[in-house]
């Protein structure tokens, strides 16, 4: 069990990770801060760039903890917060298949992301440094909840463009 949790850990927290470092650095042909910041006014979120820099650095730092297995559930829960954003504000919409730009790999990354939020597993920074006594179901499930809270909050803050001016651009 621990050698499959250290693998999701891996594959998930990088592939998190990734599209942090994309809207962030603009790496592995992402459009870095400045050209998220456009796609994010678009979809309502203003400044740009401040919802940028928090989105990315929940991913950035949310995939990189989850990779190292460190501060137990917070790493899973940012990526649980940003994946539920993605979904609702841009993937809904499209229906579930990944094929037509819907949210099966958005959910995919959320249920790879509840497993290590309940357990890092044996090979985990949290364990090498004795602190996986304070990683408890109920910690997980606080940061979990407050990931969800904090997803909707984004929600609410958004302001789309109507959808008149959206079909005459």
Known sequence: MDIALLIIRVILGLAIARHGAEKLFGWFGGYGIAGTAGFFE???????KLFVLAAAG????????????LGG????????MVMIVAIFSVHFAKGFAQANGGYELNTLYIAAALAPAFDLGAY???????????????????ALAAAVVLALLNLLVRRPAPAQALAAD
């Open 42 to 48: 678009q979809l309502g979120w203003k400044p740009g």
């Open 58 to 69: 929940a991913e950035l730092g949310g995939g990189l903890l989850t990779v190292l297995g």
């Open 73 to 80: 559930p917070v790493g899973p829960a940012l990526i649980v």
């Open 124 to 142: 985990s920074l949290d364990r090498a440094l004795g602190w996986s006594a304070y990683i408890t179901p109920a910690a997980a499930w606080t």
